[in-house]
């Protein structure tokens, strides 16, 4: 039986979220969570595997978060993950990438042998795109990111990275982790059988205690990483509006913008 | 000496990308105010230039791995070597491009020899009384800079997008080329890597772009790109798009702008058409100069805008390309080493 792991992340609906005019800063009340828009890419990926090999895989789905990251499990589970882990424990608050990665490779250890692992490429609140291959690292094994394209077979997987300058087709044998872009597939919606059964199913939680991590490898204490600052930049831009007659006027102005400190002409 | 800024370099098709020349600048000011020196590092099989313009740009030392497993991007055996070489030599501080290279290969470091990794960084500079390592980068959408120290671990590393510090002047310098020889182990990898395909030719990354012209769903229908054409192709442009536009096939994947497309920071960067929410906002605001086109007075775009035009689309952008072909002195010339097709 191939065992495929997903690990997504809660994060807030960035769709609802608006920004303040006066600071230019989110405002995020009011606004829910959803799972990060490219771990659902990476669960349909894995949905489809499943699909392609008749059921003869399983899939698990990861978070770590805090409790209520349930509900994004219960979703996962609605699309198509058969099992769902919550990593949660007050000592992995404030975890960096770094620290994130360690709690999800020693519970990736700890709840199975996985063939593939299936991450997002980056999530939209952190927005570092570390985590996956980190974990990846930690756990020894080959990591494919930017996958635009998965073909799969018996032992290996043939991957499309999509980069700067054109695509790369790499195949890697199993064990592997792959970080995912939407331009991979469509996401389904969930099925009501999918629903009621997600209702029902059983999330295994896991804190601190059940995981080989020392404690000053934990949470805040162990991210090798230190936000000391947060500022937010003023706006420098003094926006010149040009509407009706003034259009021409504006026009020319940019044009000879662009003719001297653009092009240096 | 102190213990050296190592800058790993970004070599695609056997060409040093400028960001490597970026990153060897900003890495001897950091090295400057350390005492300590700039270890630069280049993997590759064949290469355009001369690993000694290295020198020029800020180097102390260029440490030359030349292999045939380095012809195509293996990020595995990247990451091998690079976590062998950080080990040997001991850096302080590792500096590398935030680009799919960069942003696979160094997470993989940090998993590996456990350290810190900033992701992205817009800044950094070193803090006087502790010699730390200042990396800024910007957070939630761009509305926030977080600046970020990794205070115990070694060492420090940063991704930096391209284009963010400037290539600094030539100067005429020298220093010492070392090689590096691969032995089997780094070389182990279960990735087999199959096939390389560029962008077609005249499809060009458009992060490489100084003037980024781009399109909203205000376009209203797939020709009204053409019209974006003709103004980037004044300019010598590339072509940025809005992700409804991607959605509705008017263009491909690789132009969209913004938190699922990419990040890109012109020198210029037209929005039109564009309302300007929070994701499309996320990849292009830190453009230098930035112009809009909508005809919606109240559109969020305005307000990240230099020159924020009011009124159609369809009006307004025909007036401009005429106004530039008229007012230009000479077909703009492709910088040197801005695209390396
Ligand atoms: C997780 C997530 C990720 C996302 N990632 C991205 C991303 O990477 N990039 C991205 O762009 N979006 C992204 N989006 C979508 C984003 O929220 C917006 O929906 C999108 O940017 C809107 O595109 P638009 O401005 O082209 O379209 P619209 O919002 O429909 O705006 C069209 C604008 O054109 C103007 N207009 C219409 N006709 C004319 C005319 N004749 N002349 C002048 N102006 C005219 C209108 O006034 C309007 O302001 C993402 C959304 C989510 C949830
Ligand atoms: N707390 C978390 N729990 C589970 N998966 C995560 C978590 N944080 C990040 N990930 C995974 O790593 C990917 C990249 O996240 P990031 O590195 O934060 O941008 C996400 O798309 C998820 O697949």
Redesign the interface.
Known sequence: MMKIAVLIKQVPD?DD???D?ET???IREGSGTIIN??DLNAIEAAVQIKRHRKDDCEITVLTMGPPNAQFALREALALGGDEAVLLTDRKFAGA???AT?KVLAEALKKSGKYDLVLAGEKA??G????????????LSM?????VSAIEHNENNV?VT?????????????FP?LITVL??LNNPSMPTLRGKMNSRRANIVTMTSQDLDIKSEELGLKG???????????Q?T????????SQ??E??????????T???N? | MNPSVMVYTEI??GSIHPVSYELTGKARELADKLNSEVVVVTLFNKLEEKVEDLFSFGADRVIVSQDECFR?????IH?NVMSALILQEQPQIVLAPA???G??V???????I???????CTGLDIEEESDLL??TRP???G???????????RPQMATVRPKTFKIPEKRSASGVVEPFYLNDDMKQ???????????EAGAE?I??K??IVSGGKGLKRKEGFDLLKQLADI?QGGIGASRPTIEAKWME??HQVG??GKVVSP??YFAIGISGA??H?AGMETSE???SVNKD?DA?I??????????DLY??VP??IE??KE????P?SDKEGESHV
């Open positions: 960035t979220v608006k920004l005019p230019g800063t989110m828009p490219l960096d990438s770094w990665a939209t609140d927005e570092t795109g570390q985590v996956g291959p980190e974990v990846a690292a930690m080959p990591c494919a990111t930017y043939v990275r999509t980069v700067e300058d054109g695509t790369e087709k790499q195949r890697i044998q592997c939407s331009a991210s090798p990483t230190r936000v000391v600052k947060v500022t937010t930049p706006k831009r003094k926006t010149k509006r040009y509407s009706g259009i021409e504006g026009i020319r102005e940019l044009v000879e913008e662009i003719k400190s653009v092009l002409q | 695609r098709n195509l991007f293996n990020q595995e990451t680009t799919t290279g942003r696979t160094l997470p993989a470091v940090a998993g590996t456990h350290t810190g990794l900033t992701a992205d200042l990396q957070a939630i959408g509305n926030i800079m977080a600046t970020i120290k990794t205070p115990h671990h990898t279960t990735i087999e890597i199959l096939d390389y395909q560029p962008l990354n992060q490489d100084d003037i300019l994947y690789p938190l699922s020198k210029l929070v994701q906002i100069i930035i112009v007075p969020s305005f307000q990240v805008s230099d020159y924020a035009f009011c009124g009006d307004i007036k401009m106004q530039l007012k230009l002195a000479k703009v």
